[in-house]
């Protein structure tokens, strides 16, 4: 092997290390934001067995100071139907606080908002599972646009964070 290909290949070896460190941090930065500003707030999550990101979610949860029950299913579609939530904003895991439905990877401050407002929504939904959303991998690239929905299915937007 000449110097330069050893070179090329620390070189490499460098780059791939940064950009996990920098994965690294960014899932940490994520994971850092929870402050117990839930506390002695009660979440059933409803989850499947084999869901790794819904784990990380509750440990989020956890870490707002909020007491969590997990609820195993094979069937998250029934659940999602049972508490109302539109097909269209779907993903991976099902919260029930109080008298609402949370929907996805939902950050502390959308629920902290639907906590306070005592709104007359049957819950809140972030749909499908974005890059950096609470529980999830990756850097956050977009804005977390939050919808509200009803028990006639209709939603409409909540919130952007």
Do not use: W
């Amino acid at each position: 092997m000449s110097v330069n290909s050893r070179r090329t290949n620390r070189i490499i070896l460098i780059i791939i290390g940064l950009v996990v460190g920098f994965i690294f941090l960014a899932v940490m930065a994520n994971q850092a934001t929870t402050d117990g500003s839930l506390k002695g707030k009660v979440a059933v999550v409803y989850r499947s067995a084999t869901c790794g990101c819904c784990g990380n979610y509750i440990t989020y949860l956890r870490k707002a100071g909020v007491k969590v029950e997990e609820k195993i299913t094979n069937d998250m579609t029934a659940i999602r139907k049972q508490f109302g939530v539109p097909e269209e904003l779907s993903s991976c895991h099902t919260v029930r606080m109080e008298d609402y439905t949370i929907e996805g990877h939902m950050p502390i401050e959308a629920i902290q908002k639907l906590l306070t407002e005592k709104s007359s929504i049957a819950g809140i939904a972030l749909p499908k599972m974005p890059s950096g959303s609470p529980g999830m991998p990756g850097a956050k690239y977009e804005t977390f646009d939050v919808y509200s929905f009803d028990s006639y299915g209709s939603s409409s937007p909540y919130i952007s964070i």
